[in-house]
């Protein structure tokens, strides 16, 4: 599986964007796939941002972007959404998606158990 991430950008605190991450898989579908959000900004550790289960599409957030971020799948064509509203400059950093067909609920948030990555698309947020 290759994941390519794309939407970054700059954008003033309030505003939004909207992040893309398109799959090309062979073998399995991507419905088969569950997906993640994670970022990181400079100095700090990775973070959980958002996850959409394969199959029936259910959906994980971080605590901190509850409310304001929404992810959304179509499968048809291979590609994750993260709608990114009301943004804040803390929500700052390159946004990477990840993808694994084997996660069960409770490893969702947790990036050390999805193998397939993409590359990291930046999100500056200016106050």
């Known amino acids: 599986v290759q994941l390519q991430a794309s939407g970054g950008g700059l954008v003033q605190a309030g505003g939004s964007l909207r992040l893309s991450c398109t799959a090309a898989?062979?073998?399995?579908?991507?419905?088969?796939?569950?997906v993640g959000w994670f970022r990181q900004a400079p100095g700090k550790e990775r973070e959980f941002v958002a996850a959409?289960?394969?199959?029936?599409?259910?959906?994980f957030y971080a605590d901190s972007v509850k409310g304001r971020f929404t992810i959304s799948r179509d499968n048809a064509k291979n590609t994750v959404y993260l709608q990114m509203n009301s943004l804040k400059f803390e929500d700052t950093a390159a946004y990477y998606c990840?993808?694994?067909?084997?996660?069960?609920?409770?490893?969702?948030?947790?990036?050390?158990?999805?193998?397939?990555w993409g590359q990291g698309t930046q999100v500056t947020v200016s106050s």
């Open positions: 959409i289960k394969r199959a029936g599409g259910t959906t």
């Open positions: 990840a993808a694994d067909a084997s996660l069960i609920s409770s490893s969702m948030m947790n990036g050390d158990h999805y193998d397939y």
């Open positions: 898989v062979s073998g399995r579908t991507f419905s088969a796939y569950s």
